[in-house]
Structures are given as C-alpha cells and as structure tokens.
C-alpha cells in the first residue's frame, strides 16, 4: 500500500522559505513521477511542480519558477519542495502525490496517490 507523508509547512512571513518533505512508502513501481499541487479555499487544486524518480528531471508551474525548488533523496524515498521568496498567494494545502507513469504530468486526475496535505500560511 502507498503511502505518502507530506511534513514541514507552517506560518511564515512574506519574503520567507519552507521547506516541506514528502516521505513514501510501498511504492513498488520502478520509476514514479512525484509531484506537489496545492488548493487554497475556493480554489481548484493547482500543479506546482513534479519530478521523475529516475532521472531527477523537474518541472514548475510558471508561478512558483525561480523560487521553488524540488528534489529527492532515494536513500530515504522522499521529496523535497524548497519554496523561497514566499508570497502570501502561496498560501494553500500542499499535497504530495505520485503517478506510476514515469512522464510528468501536471493535472491532479492523472496521479494515483496523494498525501494528506499540509498548510502552508504566508502573511503579509
């Protein structure tokens, strides 16, 4: 059974960082796609960035280009999304979740499993 973690988030100011962590677990597919969405209220969920397990190739949705940053350690399965220069219309639910196909996809209908979500707050 997959399990995805997500931990880190919090209140901080604008113009501050988090970084928030996606630890999995029972994932038996050889080279997944791991991705961050986020949903603020009133809002669709929206794509932030994914990246493929086996090639650490990353992409960004334009909004967040050039202030987050997605990683992975294998060592201990898990995904790193250091955000910067954060603005208070990061503010949202981060969710971490996971595609078996190993191309990048950037719509939530196409992942297969999501973490539970962690609050990200960014005040003015």
């Known amino acids: 059974q997959v399990q995805l973690v997500e931990s880190g988030g919090g209140l901080v100011q604008a113009g501050g960082s988090l970084r928030l962590s996606c630890a999995a677990s029972?994932?038996?597919?050889?080279?997944?796609?791991m991705g961050w969405f986020r949903q603020a209220p009133g809002k669709e969920r929206e794509f932030v960035a994914a990246?493929?397990?086996?090639?650490?190739?990353?992409s960004y949705a334009d909004s967040v280009k050039g202030r987050f940053i997605l990683s992975r350690d294998s060592a201990k399965n898990t995904v790193y999304l250091q955000m910067n220069s954060l603005k208070p219309e990061d503010t949202a639910v981060y969710y971490c979740?996971?595609?078996?196909?190993?191309?990048?996809?950037?719509?939530?209908?196409?992942?297969?499993?999501w973490g539970q979500g962690t609050q990200v707050t960014v005040s003015s």
């Open positions: 029972g994932c038996t597919f050889s080279s997944p796609v």
């Open positions: 979740a996971a595609r078996r196909d190993s191309f990048v996809a950037t719509g939530p209908q196409d992942y297969d499993y």
């Open positions: 990246i493929r397990w086996s090639s650490t190739s990353t």
